[in-house]
């Protein structure tokens, strides 16, 4: 069983920048897939972004209301994937969630208990 423990949400102006990060414990997130998921009050939650690694390739994924403002990368050495956010709007407020699975594809697996992102205008 993978952990996953998000920090790095809090409260920003419209405009500005957060780095979310998710550390995972338990087994390495290598050739594996790790997701960014979002749910805003209200809401579904919705996706955000992935990085999935093959022996081969890295693979990226993301929401079309979050292409060219959010960076999905990974830091191997530390086991912990992070969520670069640029250009933050309002309608990006929501608790993000981090989320593992084992493939390229399926259903995420684990899921951390998420921090809170909240941009004011």
């Known amino acids: 069983q993978v952990q996953l423990v998000e920090s790095g949400g809090g409260l920003v102006q419209a405009g500005g920048s957060l780095r979310l990060s998710c550390a995972a414990s338990?087994?390495?997130?290598?050739?594996?897939?790790m997701g960014w998921f979002r749910q805003a009050p209200g809401k579904e939650r919705e996706f955000v972004a992935r990085i999935a690694w093959s022996d081969i390739n890295t693979y990226y994924a993301y929401a079309d209301s979050v292409k060219g403002r959010f960076t999905i990368s990974r830091d191997n050495a530390k086991n912990t994937v992070y969520l670069q956010m640029n250009s933050l709007k309002p309608e990006d407020t929501a608790v993000y969630y981090c989320?593992?699975?084992?493939?390229?594809?399926?259903?995420?697996?684990?899921w951390g208990r998420g921090t809170q992102v909240t941009v004011s205008s």
């Open positions: 989320a593992f699975r084992e493939s390229l594809a399926g259903d995420f697996t684990s």
């Open positions: 338990g087994r390495t997130i290598s050739s594996s897939t």
